[in-house]
């Protein structure tokens, strides 16, 4: 990965699926790549029951970012107080993500562009016009535009630029 530590990096904790979710994340994002892999010794077996050799953790790196993917075990799930948010500048980018990441999840969970991947991690898949578009400087333009936005599940482009038209 990198020579240098970043000063803060993601950990998400999975029950058992740390290298599982790491390889679906990184077969996803084109600029993304694994590194290191640690194993649980005999001291957790001792403790909590995993096996000797079992993957402890996945360091992997999506866009730049580090990650780390934990198997920490069934205490913790995942909810929508956390999610990542995906940047797309086109509706082709955005329904490549959206469809990528919802495979195996819930597309329907949220609405406004977030969706559950099949770990339960929660992501906004969201084009970068959105933004540009609800903060127009017409009230009424940037009110219609968010109008739209919440009652979408996957974010249309075109219709948010509509909306925002009039």
Same mark, same amino acid.
């Given at each position: 990965?990198?020579?240098?530590?970043?000063?803060?990096?993601?950990?998400?904790?999975?029950?058992?699926?740390?290298?599982?979710?790491?390889?679906?994340?990184? %077969?996803?994002?084109? !600029?993304?790549? +694994?590194?290191?892999?640690?194993? /649980?010794?005999?001291?957790?077996?001792?403790?909590? #029951?995993?096996?000797?050799?079992?993957?402890?953790?996945?360091?992997?790196?999506?866009?730049?970012?580090?990650?780390?993917?934990?198997?920490?075990?069934?205490?913790?799930?995942?909810?929508?107080?956390? %999610?990542?948010?995906? !940047?797309?500048? +086109?509706?082709?980018?955005?329904? /490549?993500?959206?469809?990528?990441?919802?495979?195996? #999840?819930?597309?329907?969970?949220?609405?406004?562009?977030?969706?559950?991947?099949?770990?339960?991690?929660?992501?906004?898949?969201?084009?970068?016009?959105?933004?540009?578009?609800?903060?127009?400087?017409?009230?009424?333009?940037?009110?219609?535009?968010?109008?739209?936005?919440?009652?979408?599940?996957?974010?249309?482009?075109?219709?948010?630029?509509?909306?925002?038209?009039?």
């Amino acid at each position: 990965m990198q020579n240098k530590i970043q000063k803060i990096t993601t950990n998400l904790w999975f029950d058992t699926q740390a290298e599982e979710a790491a390889k679906f994340y990184t %077969s996803i994002f084109q !600029n993304s790549k +694994t590194g290191r892999v640690t194993y /649980y010794g005999k001291e957790r077996h001792e403790i909590q #029951g995993i096996s000797e050799r079992t993957v402890m953790t996945v360091e992997f790196q999506l866009e730049g970012q580090n990650f780390v993917a934990l198997n920490g075990g069934p205490q913790f799930n995942f909810t929508e107080a956390i %999610s990542f948010i995906v !940047n797309c500048d +086109t509706q082709e980018e955005l329904d /490549y993500y959206w469809d990528k990441l919802s495979e195996g #999840g819930d597309e329907n969970a949220q609405q406004c562009g977030w969706l559950k991947d099949r770990y339960g991690v929660s992501w906004q898949i969201v084009p970068t016009t959105l933004i540009k578009l609800i903060s127009i400087p017409d009230p009424e333009k940037s009110a219609r535009v968010m109008k739209a936005m919440l009652q979408m599940k996957k974010i249309d482009i075109n219709t948010l630029k509509q909306a925002g038209e009039g």
